[in-house]
């Protein structure tokens, strides 16, 4: 390959990075709140592209497009940018779990697995501790005078059964990405194949 084409390649993949980041941010200001669960825990479609992307171009790329998305994000944050950072962090398993498994075994089944393997770390490893040890006790220490139990109070609403930190987690955090890893990963699922044509041409 002449030193040209590499570098006509690497604007490419540079270009189409930037294109799947830009959706991503877009689809970050859609959400919708889900039945059962606290109004605040909302859904959005924000880490198709990235995990598109992650599969297609490599988990540099999807590590890239989860990042950018956060960055541009920040002047809109109500979190002094805290959700944010966990947003990216608890994303990132997922994202970088899937693409890693693909990248060294590129067939159906290899990413099937990455995507439940990814899905399962974040839903019942990452999201559970960064909501108990960062962003409850950050959202208490902002919004409601360092009270876990106002936001305790206000998931019950929505839920019962939900009396303690923990029981926000098990009912509430858990169940919320679950959901979210199923919708984003079926979508992915969907949306891969028909785009994979063009996405691999700047591989």
């Given at each position: 390959?002449s030193?040209?084409?590499?570098?006509?390649?690497?604007?490419?993949?540079?270009?189409?990075?930037?294109?799947?980041?830009?959706?991503s941010?877009?689809?970050?200001?859609?959400?919708?709140?889900?039945p059962?669960?606290?109004?605040?825990?909302?859904?959005d479609?924000?880490?198709?592209?990235?995990?598109?992307?992650?599969?297609?171009l490599?988990?540099?790329?999807?590590?890239a497009?989860?990042?950018?998305?956060?960055?541009?994000?920040?002047?809109?944050?109500?979190t002094?940018?805290?959700?944010?950072?966990?947003?990216?962090?608890?994303?990132?398993?997922?994202?970088?779990?899937?693409?890693?498994?693909?990248?060294?075994?590129?067939?159906?089944?290899?990413?099937?697995?990455?995507?439940?393997?990814?899905?399962?770390?974040?839903?019942?490893?990452?999201?559970?501790?960064?909501?108990?040890?960062?962003?409850?006790?950050?959202?208490?220490?902002?919004?409601?005078d360092s009270?876990?139990?106002?936001?305790?109070?206000?998931?019950a609403?929505?839920?019962?059964?939900?009396?303690?930190?923990?029981?926000?987690?098990?009912?509430?955090?858990?169940?919320?990405?679950?959901?979210?890893?199923?919708?984003?990963?079926?979508i992915?699922?969907i949306?891969?194949?028909?785009?994979?044509?063009?996405?691999?041409?700047?591989r």
């Open positions: 390959m030193q040209r084409s590499a570098a006509s390649k690497k604007l490419l993949f540079i270009v189409t990075a930037g294109i799947l980041a830009a959706i941010t877009v689809l970050r200001f859609l959400e919708t709140p889900l059962l669960l606290p109004p605040f825990l909302k859904l479609f924000s880490n198709i592209p990235a995990l598109i992307g992650g599969l297609a490599g988990p540099l790329a999807g590590t497009i989860l990042l950018v998305k956060n960055l541009i994000y920040l002047p809109f944050t109500q002094l940018g805290v959700g944010e950072v966990a947003d990216f962090v608890i994303s990132l398993t997922l994202v970088l779990t899937a693409s890693l498994f693909y990248k060294f075994d590129k067939t159906r089944k290899s990413a099937i697995i990455g995507m439940t393997t990814g899905s399962a770390i974040m839903s019942f490893v990452t999201a559970p501790l960064m909501n108990y040890f960062v962003l409850i006790p950050f959202y208490a220490a902002v919004y409601f009270s876990v139990d106002a936001i305790i109070q206000l998931a609403m929505a839920n019962p059964a939900i009396d303690s930190l923990w029981a926000y987690i098990l009912y509430a955090v858990v169940p919320f990405n679950i959901v979210k890893c199923l919708v984003i990963c079926l992915t699922g949306l891969y194949k028909p785009l994979s044509p063009l996405l691999h041409k700047y």
